[in-house]
């Protein structure tokens, strides 16, 4: 496209993770790549590894997220800082609340990225997924042009980063969580502190696996890197554990009798599409979100594919299994069906269950077919507990089976539902709706999007992502608790 000279960001927007707001004259001689986002956008935030590669690639490159949201939730500002501190994000970021950015820059949709030279022009667009691969080039081009020409400033700018609201501790937006077969040991996601907490069911830490830093290393429990880890899967029969390391793109597995990690499917690198599977250290994965055993396969609800893949677990060949690629609630044969963006999976023994965020849905695969047993379309979500072809959830993270029940963590509306598989209903067992952190009477709790859980023991432990905490459960006597975590 031909270089137009890039709109001023009007003075009246507020600005976080930045002391000072921004101007075009104070980027001058920088590459500026605008991100045009809104938090309740899935799409957007799969692309944060994306947009962190690049950052640490090029320190001339300064980036400036534009939250320019369409529903009124996407104006609150805590909403917003929420989703900062949680997504890990560490560039400034403007408050488009009037769409006045949006409308300057002629954004049509989520996500858009809007490529600005160190002369203060508009040189390339784009929208979607790849975004690493399609803007490297362009970047490197502008980078060595403005280099020779001695108008390029080489310094990283370093913004004062945002911490107020996030209340960091033992925890910091715990992601998934699971147990060993013997009711022994918690396995934490402690996703944004980069790493594995084991603990035993009265919260003591029992044991950490990762070093605490964004990295990818193999090797000992002190010594390998995790980045933002999520879904996690016990192998009783190994003593294993199997991580979706989301951010690194790869399944790592982890003996926990040897105290190693290794790398068992995925190249570090997100592939563009999803190919046909082969062995699994020489596959380019996107964002693995939740894992499964079953039989002698790992299933991988493999988020940025929006498939189901499965790894065999001794020859750790990996394959898609179920789902075209398409982004759609569409129910049929395995290859045939289609997901929004499945982001928790469980399986009874017999079947597979699937949180289908994006959908709003839950989805079953059973018996060469995928079926919707909970949602309606991509557009339609809420909050309403009646017979399930009526019932409505609101973006679901995690999922969990037990005793022909489906326990879902029904993250946006801050709640824990189940689907009875015998009667059909939905029913809200924890939660009274508002976000929120607070103990008691199952129905008076409050929890701040819930990522997850699993049941030890008769309780169920909850990933309270947003209180940075583990919720206890007690469905016995109705009521919620959360567990004090210490050494």
């Known amino acids: 496209m031909n270089p137009v000279a890039a709109p001023e960001f009007p003075g009246s927007l507020e600005w976080l993770n930045t002391d000072l707001p921004f101007t075009m004259r104070d980027l001058a001689g920088r590459i500026v790549l605008l991100d045009f986002w809104t938090f309740s956008c899935a799409t957007c935030t799969r692309l944060a590894p994306d947009i ?34 949680g997504s890990g994000i560490e560039h400034p970021l403007v408050l488009d609340d009037d769409l006045s950015l949006w409308r300057a820059f002629g954004i049509g949709s989520w996500p858009s990225f809007v490529l600005i ?18 803007l490297a080039p362009q ?63 009265e919260g003591r830490i029992m044991d950490v696996i990762g070093d605490g830093k964004a990295g990818s290393a193999d090797g000992t ?12 899967a016990y192998d009783d029969e190994a003593d294993a554990l199997y991580v979706a390391d989301a951010g690194n793109h790869t399944i790592r597995r982890v003996s926990l009798s040897d105290r190693t990690v290794e790398t068992a499917a995925g190249t570090g690198l997100e592939a563009p599409e999803p190919g046909e599977g082969g062995d699994g250290p020489s596959v380019a994965l996107s964002l693995p979100w939740d894992l499964t055993l079953l039989g002698e396969h790992l299933y991988v ?86 017979i399930a072809r009526m019932a409505r959830i609101h973006h679901p993270g995690g999922i969990a089976c037990a005793d022909r029940l489906v326990y879902i963590a029904d993250t946006f509306n801050h709640k824990i539902k189940w689907l009875d598989l015998s009667t059909g209903w939905v029913l809200s067992v924890v939660g009274g709706g508002d976000r929120g952190h607070r103990d008691g009477l199952s129905g008076d709790a409050r929890l701040n999007e819930p990522n997850d859980l699993v049941c030890l023991r008769g309780l169920w432990y909850i990933t309270d992502t947003g209180n940075h905490a583990i919720r206890v459960y007690e469905p016995g006597r109705h009521v919620v608790s959360t567990l004090p975590l210490w050494r």
């Open 52 to 85: 962190k590669r690049l950052q640490e690639r090029y320190p001339e490159l300064v980036i400036i997220g534009v939250h320019s949201p369409l529903f009124e939730t996407g104006r609150v500002t805590e909403n917003i800082r929420e989703a900062v501190v």
């Open 117 to 134: 030279d160190p002369d203060g022009n508009v040189v390339g667009k784009t929208t979607g997924e790849g975004l690493y691969r399609r």
């Open 139 to 201: 970047i490197e081009r502008i980078r060595q042009d403005f280099g020779q020409r001695g108008t390029l400033n080489p310094e990283r700018m370093s913004p004062a980063l945002l911490k107020e609201g996030a209340q960091e501790g033992m925890l910091y937006y715990p992601g998934k969580i699971t147990t060993d077969f013997g009711g022994l040991r918690l396995f934490i996601a402690d996703s944004n502190h980069h790493r594995i907490v084991v603990a035993d069911p």
């Open 221 to 232: 429990f002190e010594e390998a890197g995790f980045y933002m880890p999520q879904g996690l």
């Open 301 to 386: 609800a493999m988020a940025g594919f929006r498939q189901i893949w499965r790894m065999h677990l001794e020859g750790r060949r990996i394959e898609p299994y179920a789902g075209s690629g398409e982004e759609a609630l569409i129910d049929g044969p395995l290859r045939k069906a289609a997901f929004a963006r499945p982001s928790g999976i469980d399986t009874d023994g017999d079947a597979l269950y699937v949180a289908d965020r994006e959908a709003s849905a839950v989805r079953q695969i059973g018996r060469g077919m995928v079926t919707t047993l909970l949602g309606h379309s991509l557009e339609d979500y809420g909050d309403l507990d009646t």
